[in-house]
């Protein structure tokens, strides 16, 4: 049972450049979520899913954009990446029934932007 | 805006012992609240949750008690071990809040010296 899987787990962008980050869950859970985790702080929700087809926004959605077009899968997308976008981030999935539900991470991906 | 957080940035241990972690919330609309565990280098891994309507519940070695009145959530740790050296995070679910995403505190980075 892999649970959340993020890839990739290391990358380095330059300023400008785009890159799409991978997350894909086998748990069939509904709910999907990205955050970013900045150091020493704690994470900080990006968007989010509550199916198939659905997004929202989260605190910090600004220079990310997102796509569900299966249950499975939630990819980030980052069009023009600035510095300020350097950060570890984090998928996250839980099952959609019921709101007390904990929420399951993958390793996350370590992204730089120089 | 309303958040979780840590008393304490670091606490150290001797192994064996009992470690206490805390925290402190602000939203009383919170209603489910998280322990996570966050080994260098990979995602917070869940440890244990509560219900609003609960104060205390037990798992393997750990406990954790929460107190309405004051706002307060904290995390108990028997006989710690070395394999137990971690950042922890509180995590809480306001009720209304959207897509029953997270809110984090920054974390308690304990330290387990045998």
């Known amino acids: 049972n892999a649970g959340v899987t993020q890839t990739p787990k290391f990358r380095i962008l330059k300023i400008g450049q785009s890159m799409t980050l991978q997350c894909t869950q086998d748990?069939?859970?509904?709910?999907m979520y990205w955050y970013r985790q900045d150091p020493g702080m704690g994470l900080k929700l990006i968007y989010y899913?509550?199916?198939?087809?659905?997004?929202d926004k989260g605190e910090v959605p600004n220079g990310y954009n997102v796509s569900r077009s299966t249950t499975e899968d939630f990819p980030l997308r980052l069009e023009l990446a600035a510095p300020s976008q350097t950060s570890v981030y984090f998928c996250?999935?839980?099952?959609?029934?019921?709101?007390?539900?904990?929420?399951?991470f993958g390793d996350g991906t370590r992204l730089s932007i120089l | 805006g309303e958040s979780v957080g840590l008393h304490l940035p670091t606490l150290s241990v001797q192994e064996g012992d009992n470690s206490i972690i805390n925290c402190a919330y602000s939203?009383?609309?919170?209603?489910?609240f998280i322990w996570y565990k966050q080994e260098s280098g990979k995602g917070p891994q869940f440890i244990i949750d509560?219900?609003?309507?609960?104060d205390k519940r037990q798992g393997q070695r750990v406990t954790v008690l929460l107190n309405k009145t004051v706002k307060h959530l904290s995390l108990q740790i028997a006989a710690t071990q070395p394999g137990d050296s971690a950042v922890y995070f509180c995590?809480?679910?306001?009720?209304?809040?959207?897509?029953?995403?997270?809110?984090f505190g920054k974390g308690t980075t304990l330290s387990v010296s045998s």
């Open positions: 939203n009383s609309a919170s209603d489910y």
């Open positions: 509560i219900r609003s309507n609960m």
């Open positions: 899913s509550v199916g198939a087809g659905i997004t």
């Open positions: 748990m069939n859970h509904n709910y």
């Open positions: 996250a999935s839980r099952p959609g029934t019921g709101g007390e539900r904990p929420q399951h």
């Open positions: 995590a809480e679910t306001p009720y209304n809040q959207a897509g029953t995403a997270l809110i």
